[in-house]
């Protein structure tokens, strides 16, 4: 009699053919009310299933991929997957009505051949590579795995009338999470034996496992807590702040050499250059061999909400080198004063400068950009989260230029165009000097480290990303004096908190 895999000998060896990630996307986003399926919903500029993919894309240890969409929606997965350039990806089709229809159809589409089967939810798109690993790696040993965290809440248990009946001993309780991984001849013998039960309901494959083969061990590795659902309103707003914080990690080169590989033939365009952020960015990818352009309104004569000056700088960069594959604008001016007592001419400059000009930027840079698959870089405060009394009009730019970040890396995805936006913390810069004075060495970031953050978005994949740069504990800044002759609209403070 021929043993099945799932009751075979422990000292069988496991020989699998490759390992498949099936990726479940079949919601529907009733729950947060909009008319598409969540997975397709824009998260730091990318659909949700999209950062899925690619992380499942980047990880060695995936061999296959197959996505299983909501009924309607293959076509928007088939793009997705053809601009985003999964190789790994072989299949996509419709899922079934429930999970375990979705799962059965799976197992029909992978085949008889023993594998790894790691089912994940497309709407956990901050899964880790950590976790994937982990994940297979266990299946050596394990012919189930499940991926779970700490629950750090109490779990009670109720009756039919919300009452409490029982309250279950935290420490032994953990609050599942997927990639759920298997053996293929476990999880298929648990669903063969399933099909005979008339009462089967199931949403978790884990489940299945423990109900229809009880006595197989199902090894729990350490999931992570930015692994969230997108499920309710309020998960879009976390998982698009949870990858801003991912985002502040942005890769850094390690030495000299490998930046000026990254930079060496690249023309990086800065309008707000001469001082500050904008001047040491400019002298650091100098440094690195990429052709920098630096305009502002004190040396070039440029204002950034004239289309004619910007549109004179970017020809005059382009001209001399050809191409242009990142315009980077750091100019801004910092005006204080309450609302109701600022004057015309001071709320149209600010508005101009902050607002109206990036916009004009972003629309004059986009045709030169799509030619090189560039980005355009933008710079926000801390107050953009938050409105400050006496910076009305300063926090409410910030706030827009985030939103423009947003909408801009949406719309020019599909040129291939990246937009993002740097929000330091206070930093030391003469226009911040210029409105609050000296103050405390200690409590500022260099514009230096700014510029350093800066050249690291501008040489990665990120898009649709609020960068926060921030100073290291303990460390040790010097405020910059003033510079005779500067023009406030060259310098983009970090924050306002005085």
């Keep these: 009699m021929t043993q099945h895999p799932a009751t075979a000998p422990a000292h069988a060896p496991w020989r699998p053919s490759r390992t498949v990630a099936v990726i479940l996307a079949g919601g529907t986003g009733t729950r947060l009310g909009l008319g598409i399926p969540k997975q397709l919903l824009k998260v730091a500029g990318k659909p949700i299933?999209?950062?899925?993919?690619?992380?499942?894309?980047?990880?060695?240890?995936?061999?296959?991929?197959?996505?299983?969409?909501?009924?309607?929606?293959?076509?928007?997965?088939?793009?997705i997957v053809e601009?985003?350039?999964?190789?790994?990806?072989?299949f996509i089709a419709e899922g079934g009505e429930?999970?375990?229809a979705t799962t059965r159809l799976a197992l029909d589409v992978i085949g008889p051949e023993d594998c790894n089967i790691l089912f994940h939810d497309a709407v956990r798109p901050l899964v880790n590579g950590r976790i994937i690993r982990e994940c297979?790696?266990?299946?050596?040993?394990?012919s189930?795995?499940?991926?779970?965290?700490?629950?750090?809440?109490?779990?009670?248990?109720?009756?039919?009338?919300?009452?409490?009946?029982?309250?279950?001993?935290?420490?032994?309780?953990?609050?599942?999470?997927?990639?759920?991984?298997?053996?293929?001849?476990?999880?298929?013998?648990?669903?063969?034996?399933?099909?005979?039960?008339?009462?089967?309901?199931?949403?978790?494959?884990?489940?299945?496992?423990?109900?229809?083969?009880?006595?197989?061990?199902?090894?729990?590795?350490?999931?992570?807590?930015?692994?969230?659902?997108?499920?309710?309103?309020?998960?879009?707003?976390?998982?698009?702040?949870?990858?801003?914080?991912a985002a502040a990690q942005a890769p850094r080169l390690t030495d000299h050499r490998s930046y000026t590989e990254e930079l060496t033939g690249r023309t990086i365009v800065v309008f707000g250059g001469s001082y500050g952020i904008g001047h040491d960015l400019t002298e650091l990818a100098r440094s690195y061999g990429a052709q920098v352009f630096p305009f502002s309104r004190s040396t070039t004569g440029t204002h950034v909400e004239r289309a004619e000056d910007v549109a004179a700088a970017l020809k005059t960069a382009f001209d001399a080198t050809g191409r242009i594959d990142h315009v980077v604008v750091t100019a801004g001016i910092l005006e204080k004063g309450a609302l109701a007592e600022m004057d015309e001419e001071t709320m149209d400059r600010l508005l101009?400068?902050?607002?109206?000009?990036p916009v004009t930027i972003a629309r004059?840079?986009?045709?030169?950009?799509?030619?090189?698959?560039?980005?355009?870089?933008?710079?926000?405060?801390?107050?953009?989260?938050?409105?400050?009394?006496?910076?009305?009009?300063?926090?409410?730019?910030?706030?827009?230029?985030?939103?423009?970040?947003?909408?801009l890396a949406d719309e020019w995805a599909e040129f291939g165009v990246r937009v993002n936006c740097v929000n330091p913390e206070r930093t030391a810069t003469p226009m911040r000097t210029k409105a609050f004075g000296e103050e405390p060495e200690h409590t500022l970031l260099t514009s230096e480290a700014v510029a350093q953050a800066s050249l690291?978005?501008?040489?990665?994949?990120?898009?649709?990303?609020?960068?926060?740069?921030r100073r290291a504990p303990g460390e040790q800044v010097a405020a910059v004096p003033a510079q005779p002759g500067a023009h406030p609209s060259e310098q983009l403070p970090a924050d306002v908190d005085a």
């Design 136 to 142: 297979v790696n266990a299946l050596w040993t394990y």
């Design 456 to 469: 690291d978005v501008l040489i990665s994949d990120l898009t649709g990303q609020v960068i926060d740069v």
């Design 364 to 407: 004059q840079s986009l045709p030169y950009l799509q030619q090189t698959k560039g980005q355009l870089l933008l710079y926000t405060s801390s107050s953009y989260t938050r409105g400050r009394a006496r910076y009305a009009l300063y926090s409410a730019t910030k706030a827009a230029l985030v939103n423009l970040t947003q909408a």
């Design 98 to 100: 429930t999970r375990n």
């Design 49 to 79: 299933i999209e950062h899925t993919l690619a992380v499942f894309e980047a990880a060695p240890e995936i061999d296959e991929i197959i996505v299983l969409m909501a009924a309607g929606h293959v076509h928007d997965a088939e793009r």
């Design 83 to 90: 601009r985003a350039g999964c190789r790994k990806v072989t």
């Design 352 to 357: 101009h400068v902050n607002f109206v000009g």
């Design 144 to 245: 189930a795995v499940d991926v779970a965290i700490p629950s750090a809440d109490t779990i009670i248990q109720v009756d039919e009338d919300d009452c409490i009946t029982g309250i279950p001993a935290r420490a032994t309780l953990r609050r599942g999470q997927t990639p759920q991984a298997f053996r293929s001849g476990s999880i298929r013998e648990a669903y063969r034996r399933a099909e005979g039960d008339p009462d089967f309901a199931a949403t978790d494959d884990c489940g299945v496992v423990l109900r229809y083969l009880p006595g197989t061990p199902i090894k729990v590795i350490d999931g992570a807590d930015e692994n969230i659902k997108v499920t309710h309103p309020v998960d879009v707003h976390l998982a698009d702040k949870l990858f801003q914080l």
